[in-house]
């Protein structure tokens, strides 16, 4: 059984710019969530994707977007960064769609840096 | 909203002792909890949950948890603690009273096992 992947595992970029980070959900999983857990902080819930369609949203901008894939791969996209944006993003993944009781297993991150 | 409370920073136990980290929630119907913990440099792992019935929950690695639905408490227990179990530890809520789908973290407790 594969866990969950994030990709890259590390990134900078500058004020201004645009970034993509992917998730590639666990075997046989069809639910993706998307977390920024600041330094020192707990995880915060950005959005969740359920056959291909975001069925729930935190407290974030909408320069925060997503994708979820066929093969229920999902993307976070963020644009026009800002320095607050500097954090790790996590993906998790689940079975079962929004209304489920099953647990989250999480990737292991990608650490943003904005400069 | 839903929330969640850690109330401890930072937990300190000597390996053989028992461990006890407090978790309270916050929710507007019933609550979905679930315990993570996070190791440097890592994503979440999970390790229990409480859905329904006995409010004595068994997990992963020793961890249990007692779900207290009149003190909204769900502390986690390890009647032993070992040096390896030092690590952050994340409490984190559902409302399923609700349509809003996002799991909440508490901020996280550092626990440190020392030899």
């Known amino acids: 059984e594969t866990g969950v992947t994030q990709s890259p595992t590390h990134l900078i970029k500058t004020r201004g710019q645009q970034v993509t980070l992917r998730c590639s959900s666990q075997s046989g999983h069809n639910t993706v969530s998307w977390y920024q857990q600041a330094l020192g902080q707990g995880p915060q819930f950005i959005f969740q994707?359920?056959?291909?369609?975001?069925?729930g949203r935190g407290n974030f901008p909408p320069r925060f977007s997503g994708l979820q894939f066929p093969n229920y791969s999902s993307e976070l996209n963020v644009n026009a960064l800002e320095l607050d944006d500097s954090a790790l993003y996590l993906c998790a993944s689940s079975f079962g769609g929004a209304s489920s009781y099953n647990e989250q297993f999480f990737g292991p991150g990608t650490r943003l840096t904005v400069l | 909203a839903q929330s969640v409370a850690q109330p401890e920073d930072q937990v300190n136990v000597a390996e053989g002792n028992p461990l006890t980290v407090k978790c309270t929630y916050s929710v507007s119907g019933n609550p979905y909890l679930f315990w993570y913990v996070q190791y440097p440099n890592r994503g979440l792992q999970f390790l229990l949950k409480?859905?329904?019935?006995?409010?004595l929950v068994k997990g992963s690695y020793g961890f249990e948890a007692e779900f207290n639905k009149s003190q909204t408490s769900f502390h986690l227990k390890k009647p032993s603690a070992l040096v390896s179990d030092s690590a952050l530890y994340f409490c984190a809520v559902r409302d399923i009273g609700t349509n809003d789908y996002k799991l909440s973290f508490g901020a996280g407790t550092t626990v440190t096992v020392r030899a």
């Open positions: 994707y359920y056959r291909e369609e975001e069925n």
């Open positions: 409480y859905i329904t019935g006995d409010n």
